[in-house]
């Protein structure tokens, strides 16, 4: 049998493994720290709020102000190589000041923070002393570390800001690039800062539920809609259609998913195969992520090993063919 019908019929029995389509690829994160920044300090005291049910941002009725920190983790349930197309940040507001409510920002923070046993309980709005490793006005963990700028480094623009109408939900959206940063380069996920746009009115102190909080309901929460790594048809599923796009387009310098180019840095190439194999065989519609088939993706390779050695008329490709053009640099911070 000619090798170039073996090919097909490989292809065929392959694709029977993928018959369905999936919806949104879609995932909703608990927060995995948070705090609050207290600005006054009381004689002999640091405040922090590490363990408690509440988070709290504003000022109250003496001009002290309060700030919140939040991180989330993206993976595993983000798979590696995914284009973030929306992220919206859920918190329930329990308590408003009297002033009522005012844009509250949220700000990517610079530098890592930690969340100790401090707790100032409910309604706990004048914080507790701090613990070791807590975040403080003064300290990324207490009280070894200190951050460049009391207050929190952060980010001096704001990624997204959005005004509160009443007690309850409240959601923050357009947080998409800051979660692409931080899906594309780990070591930079220290979570956000949330503080008021304007901090200069006394008694605009809101409570919000923290990830403590006995009702898992009103905890924070991080809704993530994302292209995963390697889907190019943007089905929700990674198989052999999206390798056929991948194929077609390989050593091309085209942009973006629906080409095959994964990583988003222009061309097509190994690094793109790459993410594709890592996902392979997976079905992102659905909360359960399977492990990939090391079988299926090992019939990959060599498909596409054929492909190259066609296309270059019977020769090995050569080291430069196989050479990654450098990628421009971006911030993507948001």
Do not use: Y
Not at 174 to 189: I, M
Request: hydrophobic share 40%; no cysteine; proline share 7%.
């Amino acid at each position: 049998m000619p090798r170039s019908l073996g090919r097909i019929g490989l292809l065929a029995a392959l694709t029977l493994l993928w018959t369905d389509f999936g919806s949104a690829a879609e995932r909703l994160l608990p927060a995995v720290a948070d705090n609050t920044l207290f600005s006054e300090m009381p004689p002999g005291q640091t405040l922090s709020n590490g363990a408690g049910p509440h988070v709290f941002v504003g000022l109250n009725r003496f001009f002290h102000v309060r700030r919140g920190l939040m991180r989330f983790s993206l993976t595993p349930e983000i798979p590696f190589g995914s284009t973030i197309n929306a992220a919206t940040l859920t918190v329930n507001i329990s308590q408003a000041a009297a002033a009522g409510f005012t844009p509250v920002s949220v700000h990517r923070l610079l530098a890592s923070w930690g969340e100790g046993t401090s707790n100032s309980g409910t309604p706990g709005g004048s914080g507790a002393p701090a613990t070791p490793g807590d975040a403080t006005w003064l300290h990324r963990f207490f009280d070894t570390d200190f951050w460049l700028t009391p207050g929190g480094d952060f980010a001096p623009g704001a990624t997204a800001t959005a005004t509160p109408s009443s007690l309850g939900a409240f959601s923050i959206s357009g947080l998409a690039g800051d979660v692409q940063t931080w899906l594309d380069l780990p070591a930079t996920n220290h979570g956000w800062l949330l503080r008021l746009s304007s901090e200069t009115t006394s008694q605009t102190a809101i409570r919000l539920d923290s990830r403590e909080n006995p009702v898992a309901g009103l905890r924070p929460a991080l809704r993530v809609s994302f292209r995963a790594g390697g889907d190019a048809n943007a089905d929700d599923l990674v198989n052999l259609s999206d390798f056929a796009v991948l194929a077609a387009n390989f050593n091309q310098g085209l942009f973006g998913p629906d080409n095959g180019d994964f990583n988003r840095d222009s061309i097509v190439d190994l690094a793109d195969f790459a993410i594709l194999a890592i996902n392979f065989n997976r079905d992102f519609s659905r909360a359960a992520v399977p492990e990939p088939r090391l079988g299926v993706v090992a019939g990959a390779i060599v498909l596409i090993r054929s492909l190259r050695k066609r296309r270059s008329g019977g020769k090995q490709p050569s080291a430069e063919g196989l050479t990654r053009k450098p990628a421009a640099s971006s911030d993507g911070g948001g």
